[in-house]
C-alpha cells in the first residue's frame, strides 16, 4: 500500500520500452471517468482508475501499453500486478509533433465490495505503478509513486474546507516557463513580477501555488524559497526538467505544458482537496469589478456547488500594454513598483471569450484542463460560464505581443478598477521584499521586449 508520499518530490520516469516517460499518478474514485465499467467476469468490479502523468509518442495506442502495479502482502512481500492500460488520452494541441503529454488510466479491480478506506490503511492498494509496452520484459521497468488522498479514501466523499489553489502556467518561451501553475523555464527572471502576482492572489484568498520549476534566476529562486519557508502550504515546487529528447517546439508542444496543468489539477483535487483550481500566468491578474475578493466573486458566480449547471467559469482578458507610460501619481516615492498600480491605459476591446482567457474551475467536477479553457467536465449537463467583464476582467500586464506600431494604433480606454487593491498590496509587497533581499529593498521591475512569446 501506499508509501508516506511527498509529492514535490515527483521527477520523470523513463519507460524505455516504449520510448517515453512517466511523472506521476492518482487515484481517481469518481464513477463517471471509468473506462470500463467492468471486465468479463461479473466477479472482477472495476472500483477505481489509477491516473499517470506522461510523456509518450504521439503514435502510441492504449492496447500497446501495461501497467504494473506494485504491492505489499500481507507477509511485507513485494509483489505485482498487471493490467493493459484502459486509456491513453493525448492533450490537445500537439502540433502533430512526435511527441506529446498524456495521461494513461490503468483500473483497479476487485472480486467484490471492500471497505476501501480498510485496504487503505491496512497497507493493501498498490503502492506505486510502472509503465511498460506489451510483451516486454520488465528489465527496465521503474515506477512512480502513487498519490492517495491525502486525508484518506474517505475524503472524497467530503466538503473541502480549502478554497482554491493556483496553477500558474506561463507560457514557455525563449525567455520563460503553472497555481494551480505551470513551468517556470530558461532562466525566469522577473522576481518583483512573481512577488506582486503571489501577494495579489493572497490577498484575493488564493491559499495555494503550484509551481513547476525548469530553470529560474537566483533571484527568483530567493522568492520562492521565501514564501515556501513563510507558510509551508502556500508554495508547493514541483521540478519539471524535461530530458533531452524533448525539444521545445521541434518535439514536443510548449514543453509538456498540458501535462503540466494536469498534473496541477489532480494533484489539487485527487490528492489535496482544493474545491476550485485557477489557471493564471504570472503577469496576469482577474480583477473583480464589484467583488472584494475571490470568495465572494465565486458565491456569487457558483451561489450552491450542489447547482451543477456550471462548472468552470471562464474569464475574457485583455491587455494592459506595458510599452504604455507609467501612471506615478499613483504611488508614493518609496512605495514598490506595481504593474497593477503603474499600467492603467487597456485595449478597449477584450478579447473574445476563448481567446487568452483564463479559468476557475470546480476542481472535482473537471477531468482535463487546456490552457485557456477546461477542456473535459465531469458531467454533460455541466458547462463553461462566460463570466461579463462588468463581473471580473483578466488584466494581462504584457509588452506588444507584435510590431510596437501596430500596437499603438489599437483603440484604448483608461481603467483604473486595479487600484482599488493596490495600497494593500504595495504594503504586503514592500513587507515581502524587505524579508527577501539582502537590501531589504524591493528591486526594479525586468524590461520586457516585444514579442516575447509568454505575454
Not at 504521439?58 to 513485494?78: A, G, H, I, Q
Not at 472480486?111 to 510483451?135: A, C, H, M, T, W
Not at 512605495?335 to 483564463?358: C, E, W
Request: glycine share 2%.
Amino acid at each position: 500500500m501506499p508509501n508516506e508520499i511527498y509529492p514535490e518530490s515527483d521527477h520523470w520516469i523513463s519507460v524505455q520500452s516504449l520510448n517515453g516517460h512517466i511523472y506521476s499518478a492518482y487515484l481517481d474514485m469518481r464513477p463517471e471517468v471509468m473506462v470500463n465499467s467492468n471486465y468479463n467476469s461479473q466477479m472482477n468490479i472495476v472500483w477505481a482508475t489509477i491516473r499517470v502523468i506522461a510523456i509518450l509518442p504521439s503514435d502510441t495506442k492504449s492496447n500497446e501499453v501495461v501497467c504494473v502495479f506494485k504491492l505489499e502482502s500481507k507477509d511485507r512481500e513485494l509483489f505485482y500486478k498487471k493490467v493493459t492500460a484502459s486509456e491513453v488520452k493525448f492533450f490537445d494541441d500537439n502540433w502533430k509533433l512526435k511527441y506529446s503529454s498524456a495521461f494513461i488510466t490503468c483500473d483497479l479491480t476487485h472480486v467484490s465490495y471492500y471497505n476501501y478506506d480498510l485496504f487503505y490503511e491496512k497497507q493493501q492498494l498498490p503502492q506505486s505503478v510502472g509503465i511498460i509496452r506489451k510483451n516486454a520484459d520488465n528489465s527496465s521497468l521503474q515506477f512512480v509513486d502513487i498519490n492517495y488522498p491525502l486525508n484518506g479514501i474517505s475524503q472524497m466523499d467530503r466538503l473541502s474546507d480549502k478554497f482554491m489553489a493556483l496553477c500558474v502556467p506561463v507560457n514557455f518561451s525563449i525567455y520563460f516557463f503553472f497555481v494551480f501553475s505551470s513551468v517556470l523555464h530558461h532562466e525566469f527572471d522577473r522576481p518583483l513580477e512573481l512577488i506582486e502576482f503571489i501577494e495579489y492572489y493572497r490577498l484575493m484568498g488564493v491559499s495555494r501555488f503550484v509551481f513547476y520549476n525548469s530553470s529560474v534566476s537566483e533571484d527568483v529562486s530567493e522568492v520562492l524559497k521565501f514564501y515556501h519557508a513563510e507558510q509551508y502550504d502556500l508554495v508547493k515546487i514541483q521540478q519539471w526538467n524535461l530530458p533531452a529528447l524533448y525539444t521545445y517546439e521541434k518535439t514536443l508542444r510548449l514543453e509538456g505544458l498540458y501535462g503540466a496543468l494536469n498534473d496541477c489539477l489532480y494533484r489539487n483535487s485527487l490528492h489535496n482537496y482544493f474545491r476550485y483550481v485557477g489557471v493564471f500566468d504570472v503577469d496576469e491578474f482577474l480583477i473583480p469589478k464589484v467583488h472584494n475578493n475571490f470568495t465572494s466573486l465565486i458565491k456569487y458566480l457558483d451561489p450552491s456547488e450542489e447547482d451543477y449547471r456550471y462548472v468552470s467559469f471562464l474569464f475574457r482578458h485583455v491587455y494592459f500594454y506595458t510599452m504604455y507610460p507609467d501612471v506615478k501619481e499613483n504611488s508614493g516615492k518609496k512605495d514598490p513598483y506595481l504593474f497593477t498600480r503603474a499600467k492603467i491605459q487597456r485595449l478597449r476591446d477584450p478579447h473574445p471569450a476563448g481567446v487568452k482567457s483564463r479559468y476557475i474551475i470546480r476542481a472535482r467536477d473537471a477531468v482535463e484542463v487546456g490552457n485557456y479553457k477546461s477542456t473535459k467536465l465531469l458531467k454533460d449537463t455541466s458547462g463553461e460560464m462566460i463570466v461579463e467583464p462588468d463581473v471580473a476582467l483578466l488584466h494581462h500586464y504584457a509588452p506588444c505581443e507584435a510590431e510596437e506600431t501596430g500596437c499603438y494604433l489599437k483603440p484604448i480606454e483608461i481603467d483604473r478598477t486595479a487600484l482599488r487593491f493596490t495600497s494593500e498590496l504595495a504594503r504586503n509587497v514592500a513587507i515581502a521584499c524587505r524579508e527577501i533581499f539582502s537590501n531589504h529593498k524591493c528591486p526594479s521591475p525586468k524590461k520586457r521586449v516585444p514579442g516575447e512569446l509568454n505575454s
